[in-house]
């Protein structure tokens, strides 16, 4: 609206005056305003489309960064999950094993365990290294 108070005042004869000289500057004070509310609701639009694909953008990137993540976390289940190796304290009074925080499947089936007990109960294995009764 500014724009056009200021084309009228500034540009259309006799300038510097709100006066229409001649007919025909109505009619082009109208398609200056016709133009002029086109292009504002263009640029209105493109910035709102800009607006939501950068919001997308930012929205893809972090869901691909949470499936790398989530990738990354599978793969070291596998490993922990599929280890040969573990973590076991012997208590020397008793000649049993104390604790067995990790066993993981391939141990157990690399030592013939039974895997009834993955977390390790204290009378899970006896002193020979089979499973307690």
């Known amino acids: 609206m500014l724009s056009l108070l200021s084309v009228w005042y500034f540009i259309i004869p006799p300038v510097h005056s709100f006066a229409i000289a001649q007919p025909g500057d ?7 305003t016709v133009v ?3 292009m504002a ?3 209105a639009a493109q910035q709102a489309k800009s607006t939501a694909y950068n919001y997308a953008r930012e929205r893809v990137i972090r869901l691909e960064e949470r499936a790398r993540a989530s990738d990354e976390l599978r793969r070291w289940q596998d490993v922990i999950n599929n280890a040969a190796f573990g973590l076991s304290l012997n208590d020397p009074r008793t000649d049993t094993i104390a604790l067995v925080p ?3 499947r391939a141990r157990v089936m690399i030592q013939g365990w ?3 007990h993955p977390r390790g109960d204290r009378d899970y294995l006896d002193g020979g290294g089979t499973p307690a009764a």
Do not use: Q, W
């Open 26 to 32: 109505i009619y082009s004070l109208g398609m200056f």
């Open 41 to 43: 609701f263009s640029i």
């Open 36 to 38: 002029s509310a086109v």
């Open 114 to 116: 039974d895997a009834r």
């Open 102 to 104: 990790t066993i993981g």
